[in-house]
């Protein structure tokens, strides 16, 4: 299978958006098609961790599966040529194409997952792109604990075995 060629770029920072601001991207990297899988299906694996139930950490409802969802199609909007590329590449896996997301994703194996994306990073991606993913990806957890704190009226603070996971998920991104 060929990897998929994937130009990244990030624009420069304070720069307006701008749809036709440039005609070729800054940076270029391609990453094989293990690496891009790898960089695709995080997103996923990480709403699952999310919302899976564990020691000191509340139910979830469809309403955190909802955020999560949301937060992922929020990358359309990121000033990252590389997140805008990984959200196309997740909604245009109609056919089931990747690697399958257990309903019990091991947060051991997601940390090393996400370890492993921020190394493909670090080698392959433009520092801004690089950043901007593992923020995203940060983001996508942060709103699937959120939503937990926000079916209460008022919002509740996320519960402690929450930051503790976010925590170590930003940990394990590079982030902290």
């Known amino acids: 299978m060929l990897a998929p060629e994937v130009p990244m770029s990030h624009s420069v920072a304070g ?23 790898l960089l695709t299906s995080l997103p996923g694996r990480v709403i699952v961790a999310a919302a899976a139930p564990g020691t000191g950490r509340p139910r979830r409802t469809v309403a955190a599966g909802l955020a999560g ?52 990073l670090r080698r392959r991606a433009d520092p801004a792109d690089s950043a901007a993913y ?19 009226a008022p919002p509740l603070p996320p519960a402690p075995a929450d930051r503790r996971f976010l925590d170590r998920l930003g940990v394990a991104l590079g982030l902290r």
């Open 69 to 120: 969802l949301d937060a992922v199609a929020a990358g359309r909007a990121f000033d990252s040529d590389l997140v805008r590329a990984v959200v196309v590449a997740i909604y245009a896996r109609h056919d089931g194409a990747g690697e399958p997301v257990d309903r019990f994703t091991d947060v051991v194996d997601l940390l090393a997952a996400c370890r492993a994306a921020t190394r493909v």
């Open 15 to 37: 720069e307006p958006s701008s749809a036709g601001r440039r005609a070729a991207p800054l940076t270029t990297a391609v990453y094989s098609a293990a690496e891009w899988d």
């Open 134 to 152: 593992r923020q995203w990806v940060q983001s996508v957890a942060a709103r699937v604990c959120g939503a937990a704190a926000t079916t209460g």
